[in-house]
């Protein structure tokens, strides 16, 4: 009986295995592109931008700067964990903190290709929800952030990232920013890109295992737990009050439980919402993608445990806050949508279509970036070498 009951589970335990492999990494594939752009971006802004070289344009918390960081983060178009390190790098350089994570959540909210993910699984209202709401949540988050950041903690945290750049090799080469006067001589510069690839490796390195975690833990979520177990959190039989309230509070909890980032939430998202959560519950879920725990350990990494927790309580505040607000508007404006069909497609599919000509693109791309850096490297080290050899020979004739 013993070898029966083997003979039948251990298919099952294969089965289970492979469905997970496949759940995380089509999350991981969904946003690879778009993840390494954003490590790239942060890397260049490392090797191009001297310390303080942000403080003129984005030193400051006021409405210029906000837009400005606005609109640079919706072009930048990264997901969460990408966002996270690009306003890093943008804090370290002299960006005020407020404003940095400004860009983080423009960078992650909006953005085109989440709207169409967004259109396709669950219409256009949610669309203008996330787009609109994008810029509401910045106002809630700059209007919270002045008043519950402690300008203390966010010190403590500048100076964590001063410190845990300087425990890199940038203190070997002093401080490794491009030759150059004007960015496009800097962007010419073959030196200029090896510290690209330099400040590239040292933040995914840093970043790689809570990667591998997140999706890892991400894939098994999404088919260990059944989707009536996350529709189960939210209140439906409540006063209508009470019942937006409740699932605005929930909808970021269950983001933060579910580990799922960017792009990737689209889809629990529309069970969500099918599953009879309100818009502003869902809303809101959407936009804690930023909270999710392997980020929150990132935040620690990157600026101590004293601002990671108090900016993850203000940003929690200020994603319960915009969704009630986005749910309000687009009910006094009669814009909610009915649950109608089917809003959940399969995410598992692997395709020829954009998602994956830009990862391919860009794959090779960073590829090609870190092999020829570090052939230029050794190159270069062998070529100090035999001039350092050179010098010495000549001193011992003299």
């Known amino acids: 009986m013993t070898h029966v009951v083997l003979a039948v589970t251990l298919p099952e335990i294969g089965s289970f295995l492979w469905r997970w492999l496949v759940a995380a990494f089509a999350m991981f594939w ?16 490392q090797a191009y931008v001297p310390k303080g070289g942000l403080s003129k344009l984005l030193g400051r918390v006021g409405l210029r700067e906000i837009a400005l ?13 990408a966002a996270a390190a690009t306003a890093k790098s943008l804090f370290k350089r002299g960006a005020a903190f407020t404003t940095a994570m400004v860009f983080m959540f423009a960078s992650t909210n909006l953005v085109v290709e989440l709207g169409l993910v967004l259109w396709r699984l669950m219409g256009w209202p949610f669309v203008a929800a996330e787009w609109i709401g994008g810029l509401v949540l910045i106002a809630v988050f700059v209007a919270l952030a002045q008043l519950l950041l402690p300008k203390s903690a966010i010190e403590d945290g500048r100076a964590i990232c001063q410190v845990s750049e300087a425990g890199g090799h940038e203190h070997d080469h002093g401080d490794m920013i491009a030759p150059g006067n004007t960015f496009w001589e800097k962007l010419r510069s073959p030196v200029g890109w090896r510290y690209v690839a330099h400040y590239f490796q040292m933040d995914w390195s840093m970043l790689q295992n809570d990667l591998i975690l997140g999706f890892v833990i991400a894939g098994l979520l999404a088919i260990a737990v059944p989707n009536s177990w996350w529709q189960h959190l ?50 809101a879920f959407l936009y804690a993608d930023l909270i999710v725990l392997p980020l929150i350990d990132i935040y620690r990494k990157y600026y101590g445990w004293r601002l990671a927790l108090s900016m993850t309580g203000v940003f929690y505040i200020s ?9 309000l508007l687009f009910s006094w404006s009669r814009q909610i949508p009915h649950v109608a069909g089917n809003l959940l497609m399969d995410v598992e599919q692997f395709s020829l279509n954009y998602t994956t000509i830009l990862n391919i693109i860009f794959v090779v791309a960073i590829l090609g970036l870190l092999w020829w850096a570090g052939r230029g490297a050794q190159e270069g080290h062998g070529d100090h070498a035999q001039g ?7 001193r011992a004739h003299e």
């Open 319 to 327: 994603m319960v806050i915009a969704g009630l607000l986005v749910e």
């Open 234 to 283: 939210f209140v439906q039989n409540a006063a209508p009050g009470w019942r937006m309230l409740e699932n605005a509070l929930v909808g970021p909890i269950i983001a933060v439980l579910s580990f799922v980032c960017s792009i990737g939430n689209v889809p629990l998202a529309a069970v969500l919402w099918q599953g009879g959560a309100t818009f502003g519950g869902v809303v």
């Open 69 to 81: 960081a606005t609109g640079l983060g919706a072009a930048s178009s990264s997901c969460s964990y």
């Open 388 to 394: 350092h050899e050179a010098h010495e020979h000549g």
């Open 30 to 45: 969904a946003v690879l592109w778009s993840l390494l752009l954003g490590f790239l971006v942060s890397a260049m802004i």
